[in-house]
């Protein structure tokens, strides 16, 4: 299993604060994923990258997945409440499906 | 709509006592996995399917079996559980990108 550590763990903030969450490893992956999770839901995925060094945008949230593929941040621009939430990383190997999940960074984002 | 259906959303059971945990997606396709979430833990493979008749062990298989006789479904079966088996379970299906989708999840407490 390769592991994944997740930064913060914990995200506090104030409605209209930026903020970056981290996903570093080790290992190397052939791409690497983004979840949301509400209380008592499944996993919601956001985003795919898969290549060295790219960056994707999904309105205020950019992902940018390190150039060596070990690495990627994820982050919030002007948060809203609406944006509370567990987020998680998840890795997935070179020749194989199963994912390598993050503990997750727990965000919490008040008026 | 891409989805994953699994029942049911709560359960409560004595140990020793057989279970089966179902699950579907409609999107026909071929990987689909069951994780466990446990706080602290984060999210944990417990098995994985490739295909239809085809299945092996993630990273927590202990107590757990499960079968894919069709591609639609894959049911999480506990013998005999125990109370080291109350958690939250998913199960998720691959994505043709790559990513996944999740279903809701069941919510398992065994006394």
């Known amino acids: 299993t390769q592991l994944l550590e997740q930064s913060p763990q914990f995200l506090s903030i104030q409605e209209g604060e930026n903020l970056t969450v981290y996903c570093n490893s080790s290992?190397?992956?052939?791409?690497l994923q983004w979840y949301r999770q509400e209380p008592g839901e499944g996993p919601v995925l956001l985003v795919t990258v898969v290549t060295g060094g790219e960056v994707k945008k999904l309105k205020r949230l950019t992902f940018q997945f390190g150039d060596a593929r070990k690495d990627s941040s994820l982050h919030i621009t002007a948060a809203q409440p609406g944006d509370t939430g567990l987020y998680l990383c998840?890795?997935?190997?070179?020749?194989?499906?199963?994912?390598?999940f993050g503990k997750g960074t727990s965000l919490l984002v008040t008026p | 709509e891409a989805q994953v259906t699994q029942n049911p959303r709560y359960l409560i059971t004595v140990t020793g006592k057989k279970l089966t945990v179902t699950c579907s997606q409609n999107m026909n396709h071929e990987y689909m996995s069951w994780y466990r979430q446990d706080p602290g833990l984060g999210l944990r493979q417990i098995y994985y399917?490739?295909?239809?008749?085809?299945?092996d062990k993630g990273d927590v298989p202990e107590g757990y079996k499960v079968s894919r006789k069709e591609k639609r479904n894959f049911p999480l079966i506990l013998e005999s559980p125990s109370p080291n088996q109350t958690s939250l379970y998913f199960c998720?299906?691959?994505?043709?990108?790559?990513?996944?989708?999740f279903g809701s999840g069941t919510r398992l407490t065994v006394v």
């Open positions: 998720a299906a691959r994505l043709r990108g790559g990513g996944y989708t």
């Open positions: 290992s190397v992956f052939s791409s």
């Open positions: 399917s490739m295909n239809v008749e085809v299945t």
């Open positions: 998840a890795g997935a190997p070179y020749g194989g499906y199963a994912l390598n």
